[in-house]
């Protein structure tokens, strides 16, 4: 019988020659992911990888196939193959023993046995057949024109699927295409690869790149390096036309030369292809006017956030994504980063709210500006923007203070405020209760008010940069800002909407190895996470476009005036919503008018803005003649008013949560002390048999390991149960078999008493390295006492281990005392600590 190896190389390999398969189509243990992290030292799990992966070319998958041995039947393999087909997007898994030939087609979903491996050209015209039967393909297609790769920077699996699902989309005429991305996984690395295939196919020509933020235009501008001189940036007063790849901000196109708009410049068939990025931002307004003067163009939308009422407008333009990978997703193959969540509420939070006349009642001092309407109750989400509340505000920085210093004061934190003059407080707090680290620049507020705020960002973004560490900000950092290193994200304002919370966690989703961020925390003072749901969409919906019924023939006149004066406001925006991301703008004209023609027969949506005036949206039906005007009053805005200020108000942290993740999903305390519990009792049957186990430094370690990969910390059960000065035997005895918690101090002093002859037996220079490893034990549990030990300090001192060695009588006898030791701890459980 021939192991899996050589039946690879021996029987496996010729049959996949003789099916006409070239070396070069071949790729042997192909990595498709890279295993998910376990711990916050980067520890990972085991990863997939494919015993094959069989190419059309050097950038197309078509099949994967598994290899067995001898000693298996090829049905054996079949399951296998069928999940890494999936995982790589291809239609064909083949399982083999080097005998037999199982192959599972994932289209028809029918498996049957072969007597040899289909050829390339066979698999590419079923696939052809299955997927592009209707494109229209270019004589150099653009799925097999090769990636310009770096090192470093070769796409992941789900990149290529990204890409590729994109490319089927065009060469099937599609005209509005989506993809959905978690933050992080590379949405721009994704669009630069896809422009890349189809530019250099003589497919388009033409590409339009727009962000809303100069940072992300330039990122997106960097990235799309390899095209060179191609590219040119689009600014105000910049409108170059003799290039291919353009960059630009919504804000820039939008932006006015004389009497007409920056995107009108150019011809409305000058792009072949235009890039929204982050496009769940849009909104109507500019967006929609951007792409409707464009409309001949393709309209590849990218989103980091999955279908929610507050983007439902997002996907019915664009419809379903052609692809979507989501952040569990991306979690569960180790190519983002786990997060923890330490949940706190104060008492006036958990309260949900305050009462003026309660707290005047109880002798608070409370300032009310002059013509103040006080209201009967505030909520927490009305705390900083109608209610100062500085007391809250300096418990919190107090409270948050304390985390940081325990977590670890330098790593990058970010904290999202309610606003500005909130930012700035919650700042002046951080730096003060961290001035004594010597820098002037610990805490910083990054707003767009701040002149500096863009300079500010890139150093707090550097992960080579020590400073600034903790930035606040209102809503500067929720989106499009690259920060590997951010290890805390802190919530110290109310969020209610889902997709603003997902951009704002995916600030510290990535993984920089460079700082040693293999996870994240989420600091929640404000239930911010309740946010948290699962990755999916509605299987019912096809999120295609909504679109009115015709005729379009219709109108829509009206006059906006003042409605104190009476005067008609000239130069307000309307914006007409004829469907969903469907809409057409004007700006009144010096009388106040404005008109809509080639409207439907149904109801729209109007919006009208003005500067120094209430924004107003209601719907109105459009007429058949012009005869009929529709008159709109604006209210002036109020000026700024002053905000009731609450002092000596006492605040308190109320409660405190800290919640684990396991597979992606948020367990609270008690759930993950119950499951933790489960685990161990699957693997241990009883108190004696874990003491067994914990007696030998090779199972106990194995069996460590093994709880790692299920999610099982004991450090953070010691937390959880408050009792991080427990051994890690005697949190896993507690939580598991109700024994009593006993300390590792307690059980390096039940050592030293009972076994005292044993530690006498040495001589004074080995007795007090014993002495010392125990002071080790205390401070970070057994596995401190290993020969590893002597790789730190105070033992790693040149020389220093020889000297060691020889004190007890030689390298043997040290390891035959560190095992002793090891044992002497657990030896007699339940009656090892003396008198207790």
Same mark, same amino acid.
């Given at each position: ?135 229209? *393909? ?135 292809v235009i890039i929204i990025d982050e496009c769940h931002r849009s909104g109507f307004g500019t967006w929609h006017d951007i792409l ?38 991306? *979690? ?23 009462? *003026? ?150 600030r510290g989703s990535r993984i920089d190895p460079n700082t040693d961020k293999y996870y994240f925390r989420i600091i929640d003072y ?61 700006? #009144? ?67 405190? #949560? ?51 990969? *299920? ?16 051994? #890690? ?108």
């Open positions: 019988m021939l192991n899996e190896a050589d039946t690879r190389v021996k029987l496996i390999d010729p049959k996949l020659h003789e099916g006409g398969w070239k070396e070069e189509q071949i790729l042997r243990e192909r990595p498709i992911t890279v295993g998910r992290i376990l711990d916050e030292d980067g520890n990972r799990g085991a990863g997939k990888k494919a015993d094959y992966v069989l190419l059309f070319s050097s950038s197309f998958p078509l099949a994967v196939v598994e290899a067995k041995d001898e000693s298996h039947t090829a049905l054996d393999g079949v399951q296998q193959a069928k999940s890494y087909a999936k995982d790589l997007d291809v239609l064909f898994a083949y399982s083999t023993n080097g005998h037999q030939i199982e192959e599972f087609d994932r289209f028809s979903n029918k498996q049957q046995t072969l007597a040899s491996f289909p050829s390339p050209e066979e698999l590419w015209k079923k696939y052809f057949e299955y997927r592009l039967k209707d494109a229209k *393909i270019p004589s150099k297609n653009p799925l097999e024109i090769p990636l310009p790769v770096e090192r470093g920077k070769e796409p992941r699996y789900y990149q290529e699927i990204a890409v590729k699902s994109v490319v089927e989309s065009v060469l099937k005429g599609n005209k509005r295409i989506l993809l959905t991305m978690a933050t992080g996984t590379g949405k721009t690395h994704v669009a630069f690869w896809t422009v890349w295939k189809l530019y250099n196919s003589g497919l388009i020509r033409r590409i339009l790149y727009i962000a809303d933020r100069i940072v992300l235009r330039d990122q997106a501008y960097n990235w799309f390096g390899h095209f060179g001189d191609a590219r040119a940036v689009i600014g105000e007063g910049n409108v170059p036309k003799n290039r291919d790849i353009f960059f630009s901000t919504y804000q820039s196109l939008y932006s006015e030369v004389g009497s007409e708009r920056v995107f009108q410049l150019y011809d409305p068939d000058f792009f072949d409707k003067h464009f409309t001949k163009a393709i309209h590849l939308g990218m989103t980091a956030t999955p279908k929610r009422d507050e983007n439902i407008d997002t996907y019915a333009y664009f419809g379903n994504p052609v692809y979507s990978y989501s952040l569990g997703k991306g *979690i569960e193959d180790g190519f983002l980063a786990p997060y923890k969540i330490h949940k706190v509420r104060t008492n006036i939070d958990k309260q949900g709210g305050l009462s *003026i006349k309660d707290i005047e009642a109880e002798g608070v001092k409370v300032y009310i500006p002059d013509e103040t309407r006080v209201k009967d109750w505030y909520t927490s989400g009305e705390f900083e923007r109608q209610l100062l509340l500085p007391d809250r505000t300096v418990k919190i920085c107090e409270h948050l203070a304390k985390l940081l210093r325990v977590f670890e004061p330098m790593q990058k934190t970010m904290v999202f405020c309610v606003n500005n003059d909130h930012a700035a407080l919650v700042t002046k707090e951080l730096q003060n209760r961290f001035s004594d680290l010597g820098y002037s620049d610990y805490a910083v507020r990054i707003v767009s008010e701040e002149a500096e705020a863009r300079e500010i960002l890139e150093r707090f973004v550097d992960s080579d940069k020590k400073t600034p560490v903790c930035a606040t900000t209102v809503d500067l950092l929720t989106t499009g800002v690259d920060a590997p290193c951010v290890h805390n994200i802190v919530f110290l304002r109310t969020i209610n909407s889902k997709v603003l919370f997902k951009q704002i966690i995916g404000l239930n911010a996470t309740r946010l948290l749901d699962p990755w999916d969409y509605p299987e019912d919906e096809d999120g295609s476009p909504v679109s009115p019924k015709g005729p379009f023939d219709w109108f829509l006149k009206g006059k906006i005036i003042d409605k104190e004066t009476g005067e008609p406001v000239a130069n307000a925006s309307v914006i007409v919503s004829i469907a969903p991301n469907q809409t057409a703008h004007i700006r #009144t004209d010096e009388n106040g008018f404005f008109k809509f023609s080639d409207l439907p027969h149904s109801r729209v949506g109007l919006k009208i803005s003005a500067t120094g005036y209430v924004r107003k949206e209601f719907e109105a039906k459009p007429t058949e003649t012009l005869e009929t005007s529709l008159l709109t009053e604006l209210k002036k805005e109020a000026p700024a008013k002053e905000k009731i200020v609450v002092e000596g108000l006492t605040i308190y942290i109320a409660d405190e #949560t800290y919640v684990e993740i396991e597979e992606g999903k948020p367990l609270a305390k008690a759930k993950y002390v119950e499951y933790s519990k489960d685990e161990v009792k699957k693997r241990v049957v009883s108190l004696a048999d874990l003491q067994r186990i914990w007696l030998n430094s090779k199972e106990r370690e194995s069996f460590l390991e093994e709880l790692k990969k *299920i999610s099982v910390n004991p450090e953070v059960l010691a937390k959880l149960i408050e009792r991080p000065d427990a051994d #890690t035997f005697d949190v896993l005895a507690r939580i598991t078999f109700d024994a009593p918690i006993i300390t590792r101090d307690e059980r390096a002093r039940a050592l030293m008493n009972l076994k005292s002859g044993f530690l006498e037996s040495f001589g004074p220079e080995a007795k007090e390295v014993l002495l010392m490893l125990l002071e080790k034990y205390r401070a970070g549990g057994v596995g401190e006492i290993t020969p590893k030990v002597f790789s730190v300090p105070p033992f790693d001192k040149k020389g220093y281990i020889l000297g060691i060695a020889k004190a007890f009588g030689g390298l043997d006898k040290l390891k035959k005392a560190i095992t002793e030791v090891q044992k002497g701890l657990y030896l007699d459980f339940g009656n090892s600590i003396g008198g207790k």
